[in-house]
C-alpha cells in the first residue's frame, strides 16, 4: 500500500503502520509495496525515467517481479482462507493459525485454487498438492508475519511458530537435475529451411534465424530462459560485433556471465544482421507474431519455440528405431539445455566448482546436488577401475 503526498505523488519516504486493527488485506498490501521498493533508491518522478533509467532501477530492486508476484498469490489464498476462519484483521490472527493452515494444505481434499474449486464442484477428486507447493504457499506467511509482529501488530510472537511450523511442513525431496537427451542435434534444427517454403517471406526467415539464436545461445550457454529472454540488443553486440560473454541478473538478482561461443556468435549474427542491426536498447528476441510484434518474447513462447523443435526431431528418431531417445526428446523444455550443459561439462572431467560457477548457482553445494546422478556415475567409474578382482 503506497502513501501519496499533497502533490499527488507516490511518497516513498513515508512508511505505513501496522497496527492490530489493520485489515489483512490492507496490511499485505503495505508489505508487497515495501517488497517492491526494497533496494532501491528514493527519488522523485519514477514514472518519467527513460529505458536506461529504469533499466537500471530494476537491478537495484531486491526481488524479482515473478517472486513478487508468486508472495502476492500465497498471501491472497492464506487470506482467502482466514476469512473463513472469521479473521479479517491482524489482531484476529492465533498462535496456532499458521500451523492449521499448513496442515490442511497437506490434505488431498483441501485445495485453494480456482481450479481445484471447478474439480470439486464436478465431483472429481482433488490432486495433493506437492511438498514445493505447499512450502511455497507457506514460506512467504513468515516474513509477513516477521513484518506484522515488528509493528507489535500480533497477539503473540511470529518467532514461535517458526520451529512448530518446519515441523507441520512436509520434507522436501533432494533437488537432481533430470539426465537430458543428447542436445547437440537438436540446437541445429532452424539452422537451416526445412522446405523452400520456410523462407519465403522476410517475417518468415527472422522467424527462423531468430528460434536458431535462442536455440544455439540457449545451448551455448546453459542460460535459464528467463535469462536468455532478459537480453538486450546491447548485451550481446558491441559496433556489429557479437561478444563472447553478456551480463545476466538471475534468481536473487545474482549477477552472473553467459559465455557465447562460436555456433551461438554466428547464429546471433545472422539474426542481427536479418534485423538490420536494431539499435543497443532493443530486445534481442523479439516476439514477430502479427499481434504482439515488436514485443519482448515471453517465457511461453520461448518453450514453444524449443518444443517445437524437439517434437520434430522425435519423430525423426523413432524412424530411425530410437524410441528411448525419442521419449527424452519430447520431455525437452528450454532447462534442459542447462542441464545438458551441466552435465557435458562434469562427464568432461570439469571441476564441479567451475561448473557451478559456468551454471551461476548459489554455491557448489546446489550444484552438487542437481547432479548427484553424475556423481553416482563417476564413483561406478572409480569403483570398477580401482577394485581389486577375485584371483582366479
Given at each position: 500500500m503506497s502513501t501519496y503526498n499533497e502533490s499527488g505523488k507516490r511518497d516513498v519516504r513515508a512508511v505505513p503502520t501496522l497496527e492490530a486493527c489493520t485489515p489483512l488485506e490492507q496490511a499485505i498490501a503495505i508489505w508487497t509495496a515495501r517488497l517492491e521498493s526494497a533496494g532501491l533508491d528514493e527519488i522523485e518522478g519514477e514514472d518519467d525515467l527513460d529505458h536506461e533509467e529504469q533499466r537500471r532501477r530494476e537491478e537495484q530492486r531486491h526481488h524479482a517481479q515473478r517472486t513478487i508476484e508468486s508472495y502476492q498469490l500465497a498471501l491472497t489464498l492464506f487470506t482467502r482462507w482466514a476469512a473463513r476462519q472469521g479473521r479479517s484483521c491482524l489482531g484476529d490472527l492465533q498462535l496456532d493459525d499458521l500451523l492449521a493452515y499448513a496442515r490442511l494444505l497437506r490434505r488431498r481434499?483441501?485445495?485453494?485454487?480456482?481450479?481445484?474449486?471447478?474439480?470439486?464442484?464436478?465431483?472429481?477428486?482433488?490432486?495433493?498438492?506437492?511438498?514445493?507447493?505447499?512450502?511455497?504457499?507457506?514460506?512467504?506467511?513468515?516474513?509477513?508475519?516477521?513484518?506484522?509482529?515488528?509493528?507489535?501488530?500480533?497477539?503473540?510472537?511470529?518467532?514461535?511458530?517458526?520451529?512448530?511450523?518446519?515441523r507441520a511442513l512436509p520434507r522436501l525431496p533432494e533437488p537432481v537435475a533430470p539426465t537430458p537427451p543428447d542436445l547437440r542435434r537438436l540446437v541445429t534444427h532452424?539452422?537451416?529451411?526445412?522446405?523452400?517454403?520456410?523462407?519465403?517471406?522476410?517475417?518468415?526467415?527472422?522467424?527462423?534465424?531468430?528460434?536458431?539464436?535462442?536455440?544455439?545461445?540457449?545451448f551455448s550457454s546453459g542460460a535459464r530462459i528467463s535469462e536468455a529472454l532478459s537480453l538486450d540488443v546491447g548485451d550481446v553486440c558491441r559496433d556489429r560485433r557479437i561478444l563472447q560473454q553478456a551480463k545476466v541478473y538471475g534468481k536473487g538478482r545474482r549477477e552472473g556471465t553467459l559465455f557465447i561461443r562460436r555456433s551461438a556468435e554466428r547464429a546471433l549474427q545472422r539474426y542481427l544482421e536479418a534485423r538490420s542491426w536494431p539499435q543497443a536498447k532493443t530486445a534481442l528476441f523479439e516476439s514477430l507474431d502479427r499481434r504482439t510484434a515488436g514485443m519482448r518474447l515471453n517465457r511461453v513462447s520461448g518453450w514453444r519455440i524449443v518444443h517445437a523443435a524437439a517434437e520434430?526431431?522425435?519423430?525423426?528418431?523413432?524412424?530411425?528405431?530410437?524410441?528411448?531417445?525419442?521419449?527424452?526428446?519430447?520431455?525437452?523444455?528450454?532447462?534442459?539445455?542447462?542441464?545438458?550443459?551441466?552435465y557435458h561439462l562434469l562427464n568432461e572431467g570439469v571441476a564441479l566448482a567451475e561448473v557451478s560457477q559456468i551454471l551461476r548457482h548459489r554455491n557448489v553445494e546446489v550444484t552438487r546436488s542437481y547432479y548427484a546422478s553424475y556423481r553416482d556415475v563417476q564413483l561406478q567409474e572409480v569403483h570398477d577401475q580401482f577394485s581389486a578382482d577375485p584371483l582366479e
Open positions: 481434499s483441501y485445495n485453494l485454487s480456482q481450479r481445484a474449486q471447478q474439480v470439486h464442484e464436478a465431483g472429481q477428486e482433488l490432486e495433493r498438492l506437492s511438498p514445493r507447493t505447499i512450502h511455497a504457499y507457506v514460506r512467504p506467511l513468515l516474513g509477513f508475519l516477521a513484518l506484522v509482529d515488528s509493528f507489535g501488530a500480533l497477539s503473540f510472537r511470529a518467532a514461535a511458530i517458526h520451529a512448530e511450523i518446519k532452424y539452422d537451416k529451411p526445412k522446405t523452400e517454403a520456410d523462407d519465403r517471406t522476410e517475417r518468415l526467415l527472422l522467424i527462423r534465424l531468430r528460434n536458431a539464436a535462442l536455440l544455439h545461445l540457449l520434430a526431431l522425435a519423430n525423426q528418431v523413432v524412424l530411425e528405431g530410437k524410441l528411448d531417445e525419442a521419449e527424452l526428446l519430447r520431455t525437452t523444455s528450454p532447462h534442459s539445455f542447462r542441464h545438458f550443459v551441466g
